[in-house]
């Protein structure tokens, strides 16, 4: 089995990450697994990309070995695309979940177009080559209310569209087929089978 380094300390997208690359016999392994310990990389860009990038680019830098980076988030169309790349601390410092699924519901009070996307770039920095990027979607629409507790960050609250429930509500297989980390993923197919 190959393993491939995930420049991530977000559980949530760790065992999503784990299940889509078992599948090619790899095992994925975040920064909290390795043994000595990472600083956080800061998250500096005003794009999903450069942000993807700088933690990529960073930690294969560091480690000498080929890494993948997700920045991700949740862009509401009623809120001009907001939190987008501040999605994890949108209502501020240390991240909270629940807070920031608190803060989406008080400002879409009473707004009725509630469309909203999840977005997820992919960063993968092999030392010494160019970086590559993929980007993935996923459409859906801001709940009234939270429901489910599967997932992680705002699943609660994002009805993908064609569902009548949250992705919290979804079992993680579900989540799995039709998130925009899978469609990032999937675009990354042939590079992964490539990896030694
Ligand atoms: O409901 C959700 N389902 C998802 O599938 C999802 N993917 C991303 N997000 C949100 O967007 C932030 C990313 O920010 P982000 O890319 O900087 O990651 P992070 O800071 O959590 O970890 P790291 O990878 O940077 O270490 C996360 O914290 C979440 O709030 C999601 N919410
Ligand atoms: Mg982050």
């Avoid at 949530?12 to 016999?25: I, M, P, R, V, W």
């Avoid at 600083?39 to 005003?46: H, L, Q, R």
């Avoid at 177009?113 to 997820?120: G, L, M, S």
């Amino acid at each position: 089995m190959k393993d491939m380094i995930i420049a991530t300390k977000n559980s949530g997208k760790t065992k999503e990450f784990k299940t889509f690359f078992a599948e090619y016999d790899i095992n994925a392994m975040s920064l909290p697994e390795l043994s000595h310990e990472i600083e956080d990389i800061e998250e500096t860009g005003t794009t999903f990309e450069e942000n993807a990038a700088l933690k990529a680019e960073q930690i294969a830098e560091l480690l000498q070995i080929p890494v993948l980076a997700d920045d991700s988030g949740l862009v509401i169309d009623a809120l001009d695309g907001r939190p987008g790349v501040f999605s994890a601390r949108f209502a501020g410092e240390p991240k909270d979940d629940q807070k920031n699924i608190d803060k989406v519901l008080a400002e879409l009070e009473g707004v009725a177009d509630r469309t909203a996307r999840f977005v997820c770039v992919l960063a993968v920095s092999v030392p010494g080559e160019k970086t590559v990027f993929k980007k993935g979607y996923c459409d859906g629409r801001i709940a009234d209310a939270q429901a489910g507790h599967n997932g992680f960050g705002y699943d609660p609250i994002f009805i993908p569209k064609g569902y009548p429930q949250t992705m919290a509500q979804l079992s993680s297989d579900e989540k799995n087929r039709i998130s925009h980390r899978s469609d990032a993923i999937h675009q990354l197919r042939d590079w992964v089978k490539n990896l030694r």
